[in-house]
Structure formats: structure tokens, C-alpha cells
């Protein structure tokens, strides 16, 4: 298994400010993404996280409102810009082991006002 | 495009009973498939996985089977307790191409002492 750990754990922000959601894992790791699952719905990909390089973001999230950073193997960053209540949400860290299974940080919950 | 059709939540169960959650998908090429476990507050994990037609993965009580003929991934156990009330996310991955999993809508499950 991987160890995930993520911060902050939940948060409440005001409409229009941004948040830094970071990713550490225990050990390196090649490929990492980002979700994000809202309330009582299942999880959607933001992005795969590329170590050294831009992020590679899926149909629906650019890069000016989730911003992703991956300077090395063991650590990601997530920023949620100029949060609405929309973005209200559970925002997921994993990371793909060579086992081919996928592991999960505890997420980061939050709630834009 | 590929994608993961779960049976509708809640599913409520006396402890004891049998379960089965329903997991159907569709799939270009010949994905793998598992079962993750989200207890209440915590973060998604693997329960079991199958990675080719008619492997079975098992875990905690636990199965389902790999069936390329109905396209199906049914998670089941034979008998329930409390402390597997959650909610299960069936879901598929490539892993010989992108990497990308694709999730389920996810089945909660109640179990009643």
C-alpha cells in the first residue's frame, strides 16, 4: 500500500478566494491524479499530475481554475481558484502503484461560502 | 467511451443477509476491474480486484468475478455486518494505455444490527 497524506483535511473558504490542497506520499511514485468528488455523486478526474511538466487536465477543468504543481515524485499540489459555491466538493489525491491499484489520500473537504 | 453502471443506493440489510451490488461496464478493450470501499468520513479503498475474464477477487468476505460475457463485476458476501455499511465504488481501468480509472455512481450500503 502507499501512504497519502493530504492537507488540509477539510476547509471553509469565501466565494472568490483560492486554496493550495497538498499531496505527500511516502514513496515515489510515476503517475499521481487529482479528483474530485461531489457530495453524493461518484468521483470525476480533474487531471493527471506530471512530474516536471504541465499537467494534463480531462474534459470539463482547465488549468487556470485547478492549477497543478508536481516538482517531484512524492509530492502534488492542487490549487482551487476563485472559488463558487460549486466548487464545493471532496478534492482526492491518488496515486497508481506498478500493481496497477490505485491508493487514495483521505481527500480534502471543502466548502466555499 | 468506457464507462461503470452501478445499482442504485441506499441498499439496506439485517446483518447476516446476503448482498449483492450490481456492477455492469463497457469497455473498448480489455480493462481491470475492482471494488473500492469508502467508510463513513474516510477515504476510498481497493476492497478487491480482477484483472482478466473470469479471475475472481475476494477480500474480507468479499467476491466478485471477472464475467466478459455479461460485462459484469457483481460485488457480493455472504453474509453482512454492521461494519460494512459504506459506500462501494465499482470501477475500471486501462492499464496498458492511460491509467485513468472510471468510477461508478457508488452504492451506499446500510447494514441493521
Known amino acids: 500500500s502507499a501512504v497519502i497524506s493530504q492537507k488540509p483535511s477539510r476547509d471553509i473558504c469565501q466565494r472568490g478566494t483560492s486554496l493550495t490542497i497538498q499531496c505527500q506520499v511516502d514513496s515515489q511514485v510515476t503517475m499521481m491524479f487529482w479528483y474530485r468528488q461531489q457530495p453524493g455523486q461518484s468521483l470525476t478526474l480533474i487531471a493527471t499530475a506530471n512530474q516536471g511538466s504541465e499537467a494534463t487536465y480531462e474534459s470539463g477543468f482547465v488549468i487556470d481554475k485547478f492549477p497543478i504543481s508536481r516538482p517531484n515524485l512524492t509530492f502534488s499540489t492542487l490549487t482551487v481558484s476563485n472559488m463558487s459555491p460549486e466548487d464545493s466538493s471532496i478534492y482526492l489525491c491518488s496515486v497508481l502503484k506498478p500493481t496497477g491499484e490505485l491508493f487514495f489520500g483521505e481527500g480534502s473537504r471543502l466548502t466555499v461560502l | 467511451g468506457d464507462s461503470v453502471t452501478q445499482m442504485e443506493g441506499p441498499v439496506t440489510l439485517s446483518e447476516e443477509a446476503f448482498l449483492t451490488i450490481n456492477c455492469t461496464y463497457t469497455?473498448?478493450?480489455?480493462?481491470?476491474l475492482f471494488w473500492y470501499v469508502q467508510y463513513p468520513g474516510e477515504g476510498l479503498q481497493l476492497l478487491l480486484k480482477a484483472t482478466k475474464a473470469d479471475d475472481k477477487g475476494s477480500n474480507k468476505g468479499f467476491e466478485a468475478t471477472y464475467r466478459k460475457e455479461t460485462t459484469s463485476f457483481h460485488l457480493e458476501k455472504g453474509s453482512v455486518q454492521v461494519s460494512d455499511s459504506a459506500v462501494y465504488f465499482c470501477?475500471?481501468?486501462?492499464?496498458?494505455?492511460?491509467?485513468?480509472?472510471?468510477f461508478g455512481t457508488g452504492t451506499r450500503l446500510k447494514v441493521l444490527a
Open positions: 470501477a475500471l481501468s486501462d492499464l496498458s494505455g492511460t491509467y485513468k480509472y472510471i
Open positions: 469497455a473498448t478493450g480489455y480493462p481491470s
